[in-house]
């Protein structure tokens, strides 16, 4: 029996489906409103939206409003929430619960999608479990009929978390969250330039009054010197800690230091530590001149950063698929995010876990607290203590391996985070690292120096590759590199980079029957903004490159607002993968976008701009269209661009964009800082294992497949996979693996630009329960 199912068997007509955000506002919130919306209509319901959160529903009227199609537009790129949130003491009432149901059953309103935090949803699902008994209040009390409540008599809940402190168990990022991390992570960047000018510590507090996720990952994204969060109160003594830690620094000629502070961060007394209070500390005890910066709501504002738009916009499409499959007897559930798979778990059970955590805490149960927050967590905690403290020399393992990183192929922005996390904890690990500059040109030229642990000092927020990188392949200088190796006794590769360096590895193991130089672990770790390296769902760089598409595109749409009937035809990077293209699209709310794996024709091209011609009927009267730079060679973008100005002669003229370069430069973004991070610690972790094994007879022997992988994310786990064995998934012609995850985004894409598609459900409408696994515990949180 065929298990595939299509959302199109799944009706919505005569359903009405009801959207509010409720709580504190977090940035993506409208891209989720936006989806629930289109989706809803695309399905044939009527959707509804609740202005000022559960506020707007106890009070009803105007509050409660049929959405249009044209209603969310350009709502993709605003931050907050347009439909308004209220916290509402009244709902909280019997009373207030009883208006809200009558005001639902006035509007035919059984099907309800929240967007907030823990407490929002909870509210959702007393509300929920109360339905039948509210009706037959309002009945008795004749304010609705009997057939009024036989057609209203079950109430559907499905749960979205909008909230920046990824705090609620069960999901791997809220809504909000990497928005928020991306506003700090600005703030932390602009500060260090004037910290570094005037030799400053400074001191900033973030949110998070309960949970330090925010705190903790800005910390390892910015390299901070120290982090405060609640669920794990520093040791008594650690003023002295600290403050020796930030002497040590400036002795080293570090001129700045930065402190993070999470606004709930307590000592091991439950005494709350302040900015001020580490303020006065430093200065009274070391002299430094040091500033206290207080992020506050910028946290919240701003437009959302590319990874909150596509997550609220499969999550919005998620939670209406999850409304048209409920049945009376079906339990109220959150969608959220594991890996890279939207999923459904039971709300309650999500939202009594989080309580664990809170509970946890307040019994100073922290390590307990910590391991409830999830693995993701607490890889993040340990990274940062590897990362940030030196230890001294007399505390180091005595290991007496040399390990080589290198860079190869185009720069990617979050590779110089990667080379400084290699190389620090190799160090804590007791090996000698070397950088070799240039990739394997530099080697074979012998371009190769120790690096040490402090010459990777504030490496994380640098773009680009500071060791530099080439495309060149290793083949043609076996002899050379296999000289470098033997002169520097290099006894392990870490290879940080994109196709060529995935190439360069099958080459470097091939040719081990020939150079005993080359049986050592070696290891490869993606990075390009193209994220086309099989074996790994995400390579380091392609979320800043999506980031600046996506920027680049909100702002060339707000161009377009003020001349109207106008539409842009934009090229993206990614040779012949698709990627960037595709999900940039999705943040950017395009209406086409034409790839490689998705071939089309001059038919195709046509039903596009007659598309596009139907919307400038409506009161949007603007177009997006992406082009991959290789999807056709002779549907070029100079084609696509005289073909739409011909046909659209009269409807409305175009504009294109080569964006080129501009996609692989700039700051590196936090996910990418803190996924670079995350992964060369652990490809570190697996080059001190391997060598440990191969060690025989005095000296690194390691011959077999596995002993020369690359490190990839796939679905909820980080995997190592013999680069031997990803032959058999590699279009070599075109540098792309054979099957792509993303290309199931196509038709949510398409949906949202009101084309009519068929989408996949398969990997969806599961019910899971939070027990199969653990909150948070996938590494693919970006490892954020």
Not at 193 to 204: C, D, G, K, M, N
Not at 473 to 496: C, F, S, T, Y
Not at 645 to 674: W, Y
Not at 698 to 717: K, Q
Request: glycine share 10%; with cysteine.
């Amino acid at each position: 029996m065929n298990t595939r199912k299509f959302f199109e068997n799944l009706s919505g007509a005569g359903k009405s489906i009801a959207v509010l955000t409720s709580g504190g506002d977090a940035q993506g919130m409208n891209a989720a409103v936006r989806a629930v919306v289109r989706m809803g209509i695309y399905v044939g319901a009527k959707v509804y939206f609740i202005h000022e959160g559960y506020q707007g529903m106890v009070d009803g009227g105007d509050n409660i409003k049929e959405a249009r199609w044209e209603s969310v537009s350009s709502m993709l790129q605003v931050g907050g929430t347009v439909i308004g949130s209220a916290r509402c003491k009244e709902f909280r009432t019997h009373e207030g619960r009883l208006k809200a149901a009558h005001n639902l059953v006035q509007k035919g309103i059984t099907n309800l999608c929240v967007i907030g935090g823990d407490g929002s949803l909870t509210g959702a699902n007393l509300f929920r479990e109360e339905w039948s008994g509210l009706l037959e209040e309002l009945l008795q009390q004749g304010l609705i009929d009997e057939e009024a409540t036989r057609k209203n008599s079950a109430l559907h809940i499905v749960g979205m978390v909008g909230s920046i402190d990824n705090d609620f168990c069960g999901t791997d990022m809220t809504i909000g969250t990497d928005s928020a991390l991306h506003r700090i992570i600005e703030v932390v960047d602009a500060i260090m330039t004037t910290a570094q000018s005037h030799q400053r510590t400074f001191v900033l507090e973030v949110m998070g009054r309960h949970c330090g996720y925010l705190a903790l990952v800005s910390a390892l994204a910015c390299g901070a010197d120290w982090v405060f969060i609640p669920e794990m109160p520093p040791e008594d003594g650690w003023e002295d800690n600290m403050c020796q830690k930030l002497s040590e620094n400036r002795a080293d000629k570090k001129r700045l230091n930065i402190i993070i502070v999470a606004e709930g961060a307590i000592d091991s007394h439950s005494k709350a530590i302040t900015p001020d209070y580490i303020k006065d500390l430093v200065v009274q005890r070391l002299g430094f001149d040091t500033r206290v910066t207080i992020l506050g709501h910028v946290q919240r504002g701003g437009t959302p950063s590319a990874f909150d738009r596509i997550l609220a916009s499969r999550m919005g499409v998620e939670a209406v698929l999850a409304l048209l499959e409920a049945s009376a007897n079906t339990p109220a559930c959150v969608v959220s995010l594991v890996g890279n798979q939207a999923v459904r778990l039971p709300l309650m059970e999500c939202v009594q876990m989080t309580q664990e955590v809170q509970k946890a805490m307040d019994e100073k149960k922290f390590d307990e607290a910590v391991r409830l927050r999830g693995r993701s967590f607490e890889n993040n905690l340990t990274t940062y203590s590897l990362l940030s403290y030196r230890k001294a020399d007399s505390e180091l393992p005595n290991s007496s391996f040399n390990v080589a990183v290198l860079n190869v192929g185009a720069p990617a922005a979050g590779m110089n985070a990667a080379v400084r996390s290699a190389v620090r904890v190799g160090i804590t690990e007791g090996h000698k690292m070397f950088a070799v500059s240039d990739g394997f040109e530099g080697f074979y030229k012998g371009q190769v120096k120790e690096i040490k642990w402090g010459d990777v000092g504030g490496w994380t927020g640098q773009g680009g590759s500071l060791l530099g990188t080439k495309r060149t392949l290793p083949g043609k200088h076996l002899d050379e590199i296999a000289e470098q190796m033997r002169i520097h006794n290099i006894n392990a590769l870490l290879v940080i980079g994109g196709f060529e360096a995935y190439v360069g590895l099958l080459e470097l193991s091939a040719a081990r029957d020939k150079y005993n130089e080359f049986c050592v672990p070696m290891v490869m770790v993606p990075a390009t903004v193209s994220n086309n390296i099989p074996g790994s769902d995400l390579s380091i760089g392609s979320d800043t490159a999506l980031n600046a598409i996506t920027d680049t595109c909100d702002r060339i749409k707000q161009s377009a607002s003020g001349t109207k009937r106008r539409v842009f035809i934009i090229e993206t990077m990614g040779g012949y993968c698709g990627y960037l293209a595709t999900v940039g699209g999705l943040a950017a709310g395009a209406d086409t976008v034409y790839i490689y794996e998705e071939p089309f024709d001059i038919r195709d091209l046509q039903a596009n701009v007659e598309h596009l011609t139907q919307k400038m009927k409506t009161s949007i009267q603007r177009g997006l269209v992406l082009r991959n730079e290789n999807c056709n060679e002779n549907f070029t973008t100079d084609f696509i661009y005289q073909l739409y100005t011909e046909e659209g002669r009269g409807v409305f003229d175009c504009r294109k964009n080569i964006l080129g370069h501009m996609q692989q430069g700039g700051a590196p973004s936090p996910f990418d800082r803190n996924f670079s991070t995350k992964i060369a610690a652990k490809a570190m972790q697996w080059i001190t294992r391997t060598l440990k094994e191969s060690f025989k007879g005095g000296r690194v022997f390691a011959n077999s497949e596995d002993t020369c992988c690359l490190l990839g994310m796939r679905r909820r786990a980080m995997v190592f996979q013999p680069v031997s064995e990803l032959r058999d998934e590699t279009d070599f012609v075109h540098r792309i693996p054979k099957e792509q995850w993303w290309l199931k985004l196509r038709p949510l894409m398409k949906i949202l630009a009101k084309y009519k598609t068929s989408y996949d459900v398969s990997d969806s409408g599961q019910l899971e329960h939070v027990s199969r696994f653990r909150p948070k515990d996938s590494d693919t949180s970006a490892a954020i």
